[in-house]
């Protein structure tokens, strides 16, 4: 979804730049970086500064999933859901924020409808989106006043997120996905607001979402 966020804000004449483990397509700016380390966001961001100069707005869109019942789950690969989800998000927010303040910005967490509904073989997911949610309630808070926080609560994503997992893990054929270009331009709405303006929290999913509500 990173990368279409950066489509919709180049659309409306602005610049914008990724932060990812692997370049993403057709030229998008980007800065190399792995998110499931926390030390590796504040020189992320720094880079990204140094790319498009001051941040206005920040969208915390890396997510990985683990598929399985608990006991069957690489403890490692449950672990790094975590990390990536949950602490990668609250790693970012945490260097974006003093920056975000400077420059009257705003932050987009993404959580999921998982982190508002438990489903069976996704615990570790479930268990970084929940975390986003209450961690993005509570950084509203913090920030009220400096930092405008949205929680993005999207529904299935038709992205690469899928790819490569047990057949029982991936949508059906008839599946309602989400459009990634969708739900960016939802994304640079909540950015967009003006000053004063909070978008707390926005659900974006299909009409026929089955995790909704």
Not at 71 to 91: F, H, K, P, S
Request: aromatic letters at 4%; hydrophobic letters at 45%.
């Amino acid at each position: 979804m990173g990368a279409a966020v950066i489509r919709a804000v180049q659309k409306r004449g602005g610049t914008a730049v990724a932060l990812d483990r692997q370049q993403p397509p057709n030229g998008i700016p980007w800065v190399k970086a792995d998110l499931s380390d926390p030390q590796a966001a504040e020189p992320a961001l720094a880079a990204a500064e140094e790319a498009v100069g001051p941040l206005t707005g920040v969208v915390t869109a890396a997510g990985v999933d683990a598929c399985g019942r608990i006991e069957d789950v690489d403890l490692d690969d449950w672990v790094r859901v975590i990390q990536v989800n949950l602490i990668g998000t609250a790693a970012i927010a945490r260097a974006a924020v003093p920056r975000l303040e400077a420059n009257h910005g705003r932050i987009v967490t993404v959580a999921s409808t998982l982190g508002l509904r438990a489903l069976s073989d996704a615990t570790a997911y479930c268990a970084s989106k929940f975390g986003v949610v209450g961690f993005s309630r509570a950084l509203a808070v913090e920030t009220a006043g400096r930092v405008g926080v949205t929680m993005l609560v999207p529904g299935g994503m038709q992205t690469a997120f899928f790819d490569g997992r047990p057949e029982q893990y991936k949508p059906g054929p008839d599946a309602m996905l989400n459009d990634p270009d969708a739900v960016a331009e939802a994304v640079v709405y909540a950015l967009g607001q003006p000053a004063g303006v909070e978008i707390r929290e926005l659900v974006v999913c299909p009409s026929v979402e089955p995790s909704w509500p």
